[in-house]
């Protein structure tokens, strides 16, 4: 997605977030006796044509952007396309309510049969760009399984020193060491949020689709994304990679070798994951260290990475790069994600529409519910290194 296309979706999200403080506000006004019930449903009806003429721009960008998007699934493939196919949401205009979950799809990972969850469809491709909304790349790093359970217990890898060696006949053999794995569990954490929709938005699929991707989706995606890199862990946080204890750092290694670029320093970091005899595919880094690195030069001024001509896939000695504010500046992870760390889907996108919170049923409003459940195991901390991302200081 391009920057003019960019501009249009913050000025449209703009524009229904505050559609919905207005509903909101005419809802308050109606429910402190200071409009009529008539007043408050002709104001709530304006602004629900407003809301589905916004959403319908939404629908025209998500259609331009699905261009940039390589998905190789069948057809229904959002959330939103999922929801309006379902049944309750076909029959929710005579019970005024509904309540659904979308099921998870199969998929196969390293020749097994799991449940993938629905896929997180990104708005733009992954990498420096200047919009405002955020790419959702990092969840759809990690193979996902379902659970039927509040929480998972999972082996976490453990390492080992190999010290095997030729030795002479008679020589005492050196000692391999190994660090046994531990046991750890997991907590099924929730994620949800909700949004008040007017009877028009409903009553139109294509756009009320569209809403669902972009807003209600993206927003719990937002959260997850964050949590899969930088949560605490507990009862209330999901485990996150740059935990201690969830990745290898590197950094003090790296810098012993006394790199003498960020360049250097990111193929030493390389070098110490294959040592362990992992495949990295995907460096992390944040959107900040992504533009130094772009901005280095030669000693002739030109641009190490290619310059701004460049359209090439973002790599660094030929690792993709995925450039990402969830990744806080100044840290970076390199690794093998797929064997790393498990996503654990207790429930997939439950979705639950009423008229009946508040005055929603007196002002022609609805009440629209997203919530997931969810846990996250890094069991192999082995396939991923990471740390500082800094040059030894002169």
């Known amino acids: 997605m391009d920057n003019i296309q960019n501009t249009e979706l913050e000025g449209i999200t703009k524009s229904l977030g505050s559609i919905e403080n207005s509903i909101a506000a005419v809802q308050k006004e109606y429910a402190d006796n200071k409009v009529t019930l008539k007043a408050a449903q002709d104001e709530i009806k304006k602004l629900g044509d407003q809301q589905v003429a916004f959403a319908k721009s939404l629908q025209d960008l998500q259609q331009k952007s699905d261009k940039l998007v390589d998905v190789t699934s069948s057809k229904p493939r959002t959330i939103g396309e999922m929801i309006v196919a379902e049944k309750a949401y076909q029959g929710f205009k005579d019970l005024h309510a509904a309540n ?7 998929t196969s990972v390293a020749g097994n049969t799991i449940e993938r969850t629905f896929i997180a469809e990104p708005l733009r491709r992954p990498g420096i760009l200047t919009a405002p909304v955020q790419p959702l790349v990092i969840e759809n790093l990690f193979p996902h399984v379902p659970v039927a359970t509040s929480s998972v217990e999972y082996l976490k890898e453990g390492t080992y020193d190999n010290k095997a060696a030729i030795t002479a006949e008679g020589a005492a053999l050196p000692e391999t060491t190994f660090t046994n794995p ?3 569990s997991a907590t099924v954490v929730n994620v949800g949020t909700f949004s008040k929709m007017t009877e028009q938005l409903i009553n139109d699929a294509p756009a009320f689709a569209a809403y669902i991707n972009t807003k209600l989706q993206y927003a719990m995606g937002q959260v997850i994304d964050n949590q899969l890199i930088n949560g605490a862990g507990g009862a209330t946080q999901l485990e996150g990679m740059l935990k201690e204890g969830n990745f290898t750092d590197v950094t003090a290694t790296v810098q012993g070798e006394k790199p003498e670029t960020l360049f250097d320093f990111a193929l030493l970091a390389k070098a110490q994951l294959e040592a362990k005899y992992y495949t990295p595919q995907y460096f992390l880094l944040n959107p900040a260290d992504w533009t130094k690195l772009c901005l280095i030069k030669d000693k002739q001024g030109r641009y190490i990475l290619g310059g701004p001509q460049v359209n090439a896939t973002p790599n660094l000695w030929g690792v993709p790069v995925i450039a990402s504010a969830t990744v806080p500046a ?28 508040g005055t929603d049923f007196q002002a022609l409003v609805y009440t629209v519910r997203l919530n997931r459940r969810l846990a996250f195991a890094v069991e192999n901390p082995n396939a991923v290194v990471g740390g500082d991302l800094q040059l030894t200081a002169a």
């Open 100 to 106: 659904f979950e979308v099921k998870a799809a199969a």
């Open 182 to 184: 531990t046991l750890h």
């Open 330 to 357: 100044g840290k970076f992870l390199l690794g093998n994600f797929t064997q790393a760390a498990t996503v654990y889907d207790r429930q997939s996108v439950a979705v639950q529409m009423t008229n009946s919170d």
